[in-house]
Nanobody
Framework: QVQLVESGGGLVQAGGSLRLSCAAS????????MGWFRQTPGKGREFVAR???????YYADSVKGRFTISRDNAKNTVYLQMNSLKPEDTAVYYC?????????????WGQGTQVTVSS
C-alpha cells in the first residue's frame, strides 16, 4: 500500500483560496492515479477530482472551474488548488491513490485534512 500524508487545510473566508498537498510514498508515483475526496458529518465520501499518471484530469461538477488538481512527480506530490471557496466546501479532504496495477479503484487513503470555509 501507498502511504499518503495530506497538508494545507485550515480556516478561510468565503471567496478565499487554499492549496492542499499530498505526499506519497513509493518509487513509481508517476504511474499512480491520484484523487481527492471530501466528507462532511453524516454524509458519504464525495469525489472531488482525480489525475492520471499522464496528467489527465477530471472534476466533480460542484468544483469545476474553481479547483485545480495537479501533480509533481519529482516530489511524489499531488496538489489541490481551491479558489473561490464556498461554505459548502467545508469538509475533511482526503487524498487517495490507485497504484499499479491500476484497477480503477482507489486503494490507499490519507488521514484527511480539515477545510473550513466561513461565510
Amino acid at each position: 500500500q501507498v502511504q499518503l500524508v495530506e497538508s494545507g487545510g485550515g480556516l478561510v473566508q468565503a471567496g478565499g483560496s487554499l492549496r492542499l498537498s499530498c505526499a506519497a510514498s513509493g518509487r513509481t508515483f508517476s504511474s499512480y492515479r491520484m484523487g481527492w475526496f471530501r466528507q462532511t458529518p453524516g454524509k458519504g465520501r464525495e469525489f472531488v477530482a482525480r489525475i492520471s499518471g499522464a496528467g489527465t484530469t477530471y472534476y466533480a461538477d460542484s468544483v469545476k472551474g474553481r479547483f485545480t488538481i495537479s501533480r509533481d512527480n519529482a516530489k511524489n506530490t499531488v496538489y489541490l488548488q481551491m479558489n473561490s471557496l464556498k461554505p459548502e466546501d467545508t469538509a475533511v479532504y482526503y487524498c487517495a491513490a490507485d497504484s499499479p496495477p491500476i484497477t480503477g479503484s482507489f486503494d490507499s487513503w490519507g488521514q484527511g485534512t480539515q477545510v473550513t470555509v466561513s461565510s
